[in-house]
């Protein structure tokens, strides 16, 4: 069984300019660093409230291993075989069957899903995600977004296939960009579909919760971060204002100032200097 939307995976061409970023300028707690058993390949999981986002910087492992962006999506398995057996029958592609985790801990497989976007299974011991008692940083993950050339088997594929719970939002926006929010626990997927299809990434942006967005661009202004042309604007909804900016490969990260749509710590009221910029070792 899946039992948690656990982490976005970045293959970052500079470990030391991306934890700058997510670190530094956005707030988050390294909880792990560490180099991958398998590779000369650095790895590093950095949490904003309930959510990671993983950095692995290095050489690509292996040709199909992909370029840098947003790589792929990691899901908790409780039981790795039957899960990678189960999605594959539900219409994933096999991509790497289990084995060892690049970290050490635990067993690892990859998927293609519906629309070919890499989904990592994890299976491990003990509690996978940030614990409730952590205090949130500045910024918290609210959402990942992807975009797939399927609408119905993407919803399914998350929806039926992995147990995600559809939310009441955003659905048929209009006949060319379909949107549907799925959540698993406080964790979010925003799956977006154009007619006619665009290309581009297929996981789109990061997005994250923060108190206020212009206090939290003058946080990433002091850190030489500036906002995309056009941001902050009014987000959709009437719900406070958005704003886009980029990490330094060039990602999409969205920022917002509501609640985090589906549960989950709200952000802490403001963005700090240094002290928020905390690194813990913890064995993952
Ligand atoms: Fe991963
Ligand atoms: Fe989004």
Redesign the pocket.
Known sequence: MIRELN?V?LFVQDMGKSLSFYRNALGGTVTFRGVRTAGPNEIAYVRFGSGLV?LISGPAPDPSWGDRGLH?L?FISDDLDADYSLLAEAGATPWRPPTQAGTGGGRVAFLLDPNGIRV?LLEREGKPQASEADPPGPAVLDHFSITAANHDAATSFYGDAMGMETLPLGTGTNAAHQVSYLAMGPDVLEIHSYTPPRSGSLIGHIAFCVADVPEALNALARNGIGAAPGYPRPARGNSGSMALVHDPDGNEVELLDRLPLHGGASPSAAFGTDEQSAEVAVGR
């Open positions: 982490h995976g993983e792929h990691g990592e």
